[in-house]
């Protein structure tokens, strides 16, 4: 018997304990998914040594459990057999959640984010028809996304909240995307260049003096500004996630986790 060494033989290579190994599944909205077949695919998952689960209970449009505040859908928390050992259940509360509800986008649409052009994702999203997202520095968008992150804070089955989509819309999108949205994206552009509402304009020339478009239509030439201006792009987000969003989550003892796109 040949017992040499192959020389991509990795049996050597030193392992990570299995408790510091986390293997996590996304799990998206099946509302026709019968019990006994979450059964299964939880077995699947358990052989698989996968330690959690995150469901998608809410999916921006529907709350697929008992929401005071959002159209919802079936009750997944309660029909679903979520039994995976040490499983850590998370759910989805996402930066465009109230512009995907007609009725809500209806009454509000100042609330939705606005690109360089002046075009809002209201009525003209880009890229797809529901990339419409809310515009992150509003203190009523980030009141009702902190209000939506305490609902679900309140719900004993989940253990902690993903925040999905708690973005802008994408200023560059991955190479490999280019071709399926027939676009060049070697810089950041005015039609996905986001965060020109009046309010968050004139948010930002209370600080600087200047009206943030003017940056980006190159009408002046500052790289400190444009820095600035990025940087307050940027802002929005992570202080709707520090001041609002985690502090209502850990308030229930609830941990978080986001999604993170590696583009401005």
Not at 5 to 25: G, H, I, M
Not at 80 to 108: D, M, V
Request: hydrophobic share 35%.
């Amino acid at each position: 018997m040949n017992t040499k060494r192959l020389p991509y033989d990795q049996s050597e290579r030193p392992r990570p304990p299995a408790t510091v190994l986390k293997n996590w599944v996304w799990v998206t909205v099946d509302t026709n998914r019968r019990p006994d077949e979450w059964r299964r695919l939880f077995g699947r998952m358990r052989e698989n040594n996968v330690t959690a689960v995150l469901p998608e209970i809410y999916d921006g449009r529907h709350a697929y459990f008992p929401s005071r505040r959002l159209p919802s859908g079936p009750d997944l928390l309660r029909s679903c057999p979520w039994h995976l050992p040490r499983a850590w259940r998370f759910t989805r509360g996402c930066g465009r959640c109230s512009c995907l509800i007609p009725e809500i986008l209806a009454k509000h649409r100042d609330g939705c984010n606005v690109n360089a052009l002046g075009e809002s994702a209201a009525n003209k999203p880009t890229y797809v028809d529901d990339y419409k997202f809310q515009n992150p520095v509003r203190p009523e968008v980030r009141e009702w996304v902190q209000e939506t992150v305490t609902e679900l804070g309140a719900i004993p089955q989940l253990t902690g909240i993903r925040l999905d989509y708690i973005q802008h819309p994408d200023a560059i999108l991955p190479r490999g995307l280019w071709k399926k949205y027939n676009i060049v994206q070697d810089k950041v552009y005015p039609p996905y260049d986001y965060a020109y509402s009046q309010y968050e304009r004139a948010q930002f020339k209370k600080l600087h003096g200047i009206d943030p478009r003017r940056i980006a239509r190159r009408e002046v030439d500052d790289p400190e500004l444009e820095k600035a201006w990025f940087q307050f792009q940027l802002d929005m987000v992570v202080d709707l996630v520090n001041k609002y969003l985690a502090p209502a989550a850990h308030a229930r003892d609830k941990m978080v986790t986001a999604a993170v796109f590696p583009g401005p």
